[in-house]
């Protein structure tokens, strides 16, 4: 039993030394989300708390971030919130995209899906209420131009999308 923990202890330390590569980018103000739209300060704060860690090039990383396997996990989860929706490359998409990215951001506040709740447990700054929620929601209503709604139907009429 001793020999198996001394063992499970050295894989632990072993594996402290391969961790994932930190996504750590400049911001490029002519195509982040924040730079671009100039939000109110109170929308600007809770972007930055609840969403730009996993969904920009600046995450702020915690302590446990040091810690493999959970590094690997975080880089996971924003690999994976960033292939939805990239707030520092806002500018750099078509204004279809932007459309959608903005529509989906929306259906997340109202469905209560966004920050995942495991982000919350250790970010409280990023538990959001439902006047908070509504603030992102109507900042992101604001920047709709209805241009995906016109490319879904254009997908659709080319049997892209069903």
């Known amino acids: 039993m001793k020999k198996a923990l001394y063992i499970l202890a050295g894989l632990f330390i ?4 391969f961790r994932p590569a930190r996504v750590v ?8 989300l924040i730079a ?3 939000p109110s300060a109170e929308v600007e704060h809770l972007l ?3 969403c730009y860690d ?5 995450p702020r990383y915690p302590w446990y971030a040091y810690i493999t396997p959970v590094n690997w996990w975080l880089d996971r989860h924003i690999k994976e919130g960033r292939e939805h929706f990239d707030a520092t490359t806002w500018g750099r998409v078509e204004n279809w995209s932007r459309d959608h990215q903005a529509k989906e951001v929306m259906e997340m506040m109202e ?3 966004m920050p995942l709740e495991s982000y919350t447990w250790t970010h409280a700054d ?3 209420d439902d006047a908070q929620r509504q603030l992102i ?3 992101f209503s604001s920047k709709r131009d209805g241009s995906w709604d016109v490319e879904k139907a254009r997908r659709k009429a080319a049997g892209v999308l069903k």
């Open 25 to 32: 980018e400049p911001v490029d103000p002519a195509a982040d």
């Open 111 to 113: 469905k209560k899906e």
């Open 14 to 17: 072993l594996a402290q030394f």
């Open 48 to 50: 930055r708390v609840a």
């Open 54 to 58: 996993c969904h920009s090039g600046q």
């Open 36 to 38: 671009l739209t100039h």
């Open 126 to 128: 990023a538990k959001l």
């Open 137 to 139: 929601s109507d900042f």
